[in-house]
């Protein structure tokens, strides 16, 4: 098997793609927490994404990808046989997983495959872990199996109401911390859109919980040359890619945050409509 080869290509939901890469090297080395970023071609955009599952025995990575733009959409297109460009790897801090009692991880669409790993670990140290998992709609729910495994009591929100309580993952959270006996909660831990993020936070200190959340914000090189994921922390800027991606959320400016995912739109999506134009 040559590296970089995907084994895999499967859709789990509505543009939402798992793929299996053989990588043996970052298979061994990659801990819950940290990422790799991948080229689909060699003039292609360098994009982060998060190692859902590892098999070390197998040298198999698996990715959970939503496709969202150009690099994501060529991503979706490949074939078993084909191969990534190159994949480097493990970048970032891996998370920090302790025993911390009860925890609670709140994770919206995507964000899924970033939080799966870390609350497997989690589980393993002897927490208590709790997942809420939530999506527009029933058929863009992902990885549940993997959830009821990883975690203990599992619960789902989507926009809709198609399955799990109406509504969103934070609706679940304010539930579950305000409910009664809800005291024991020492962490919720989130992944996700940043407005979600955000309310996460807010949600937990009112009642006196930390959160601790994996950014996403637009990242390039990965090894903290380029800047581009840039992020306010406690008044003080940091890297994502190298100091990150998991901080403190009551700790991070938010609003600055908000902004910069969304400084490259209109080129996002002029690129994103020329790949469609040329199919
Ligand atoms: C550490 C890290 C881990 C990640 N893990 C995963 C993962 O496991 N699975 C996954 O599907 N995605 C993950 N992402 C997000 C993924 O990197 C972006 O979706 C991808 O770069 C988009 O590339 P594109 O060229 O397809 O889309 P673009 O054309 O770059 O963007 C298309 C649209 O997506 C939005 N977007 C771009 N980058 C991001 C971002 N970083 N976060 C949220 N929205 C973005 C843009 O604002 C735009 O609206 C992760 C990001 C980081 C920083
Ligand atoms: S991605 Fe370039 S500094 Fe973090």
């Given at each position: 098997?040559?590296?970089?080869?995907?084994?895999?290509?499967?859709?789990?939901?509505?543009?939402?793609?798992q793929?299996?890469?053989?990588?043996?090297?970052?298979?061994?080395?990659?801990?819950?927490g940290?990422?790799?970023?991948?080229?689909?071609?060699?003039?292609?955009?360098?994009?982060?994404?998060?190692v859902a599952?590892?098999?070390?025995?197998?040298?198999?990575?698996?990715?959970?990808?939503?496709e969202?733009?150009?690099?994501?959409?060529?991503?979706?297109?490949?074939?078993?046989?084909?191969?990534?460009?190159?994949?480097a790897?493990?970048?970032?801090?891996?998370?920090?997983?302790?025993?911390?009692?009860?925890?609670?991880?709140?994770?919206g669409?995507?964000?899924?495959?970033?939080?799966?790993?870390?609350?497997?670990?989690?589980?393993?140290?002897?927490?208590?872990?709790?997942?809420?998992?939530?999506?527009r709609?029933a058929?863009?729910?992902i990885l549940?199996?993997?959830f009821?495994?990883?975690?203990?009591?599992?619960?789902?929100?989507t926009?809709?109401?198609?399955?799990?309580?109406?509504?969103?993952?934070?609706?679940?959270?304010?539930?579950?911390?305000?409910?009664?006996?809800?005291?024991?909660?020492?962490?919720?831990?989130?992944?996700g859109?940043v407005?979600?993020?955000?309310?996460?936070?807010?949600?937990?200190?009112?009642a006196?919980?930390?959160?601790?959340?994996?950014l996403?914000?637009?990242?390039?090189?990965?090894?903290?040359?380029?800047?581009?994921?840039?992020?306010?922390?406690?008044?003080?800027?940091?890297?994502?890619?190298?100091?990150?991606?998991?901080?403190?959320?009551?700790?991070?400016?938010?609003?600055e945050?908000?902004?910069?995912?969304?400084?490259?739109?209109?080129?996002?999506?002029?690129?994103?409509?020329?790949?469609?134009d040329?199919?």
């Amino acid at each position: 098997m040559k590296k970089n080869n995907i084994i895999s290509i499967l859709p789990l939901a509505e543009k939402i793609k798992q793929i299996e890469v053989f990588s043996p090297e970052i298979a061994r080395k990659i801990q819950p927490g940290q990422f790799v970023i991948i080229r689909v071609h060699k003039n292609g955009e360098r994009i982060p994404l998060t190692v859902a599952k590892k098999t070390p025995a197998t040298g198999i990575l698996t990715i959970v990808f939503q496709e969202v733009g150009v690099t994501t959409t060529l991503l979706g297109r490949l074939k078993p046989g084909d191969a990534l460009h190159d994949i480097a790897g493990p970048l970032g801090k891996a998370a920090e997983i302790m025993y911390y009692g009860n925890v609670v991880v709140v994770a919206g669409g995507v964000g899924a495959a970033e939080v799966l790993p870390v609350c497997g670990a989690l589980k393993s140290k002897g927490n208590t872990v709790d997942v809420i998992v939530g999506a527009r709609s029933a058929s863009m729910l992902i990885l549940l199996d993997d959830f009821k495994k990883a975690g203990d009591r599992l619960f789902i929100a989507t926009d809709d109401g198609t399955a799990g309580d109406k509504g969103f993952v934070t609706d679940v959270l304010k539930k579950l911390v305000t409910a009664p006996g809800s005291g024991g909660i020492s962490l919720v831990y989130s992944a996700g859109p940043v407005l979600m993020m955000k309310r996460v936070c807010e949600i937990a200190k009112e009642a006196g919980i930390r959160t601790v959340v994996s950014l996403n914000p637009i990242m390039i090189d990965g090894t903290g040359m380029c800047g581009s994921c840039r992020v306010t922390v406690s008044g003080k800027m940091k890297f994502a890619c190298v100091d990150g991606p998991e901080f403190d959320g009551d700790d991070i400016n938010w609003d600055e945050l908000e902004n910069r995912v969304k400084l490259f739109s209109g080129q996002e999506r002029e690129a994103i409509k020329k790949l469609n134009d040329k199919k």
